[in-house]
């Protein structure tokens, strides 16, 4: 091989590698773009979670509030039912006590 065809192959083997390296560096480009687009989603779906777990946390609170709220309700309700029936029942007693008491009348009287 002559000295010219050395460097026509020489310059041919630089222009291939020249064209694998641009190529290689616009693989890396897009590759490197995606990766910053992956990441500020990640970034956004994590604030995201964070976010819905803070409205978890604060609903959380509201239940456990209501629940608080409705079983001091319930235990009212039940000392109150409990309170009725007495009075009821103390009605009742009264009354039979006065029934009693004007059949004990009525038999003194026909003593």
């Known amino acids: ?19 694998d390296r641009d190529e290689a560096l616009a693989k ?3 590759k490197e773009s995606r990766m ?9 779906a994590t604030s995201d979670v ?10 959380n609170k509201k239940i456990a509030d209501l629940e608080a709220k409705l079983a001091t309700k319930e ?6 039912l409990i ?12 009354d039979d006590s006065t029934t009693q008491t004007d059949t004990d009348r009525d038999d003194k009287e026909l003593d």
Do not use: N
């Not at 976010?51 to 609903?59: L, N, P, S």
């Not at 007495?86 to 007693?93: C, R, V």
């Open 1 to 19: 091989m002559s000295e010219r065809d050395l460097v026509k192959e020489l310059k041919a083997t630089i222009a291939d590698l020249t064209q």
């Open 28 to 30: 890396i480009k897009a």
């Open 36 to 44: 910053k687009q992956v990441m500020i989603k990640l970034e956004h």
């Open 50 to 59: 964070q976010a819905t777990g803070h409205k978890i946390g604060e609903q």
């Open 75 to 80: 235990e009212l309700l039940d000392e109150a």
């Open 83 to 94: 309170k009725i029936k007495e009075l009821k029942q103390g009605h009742f007693d009264q």
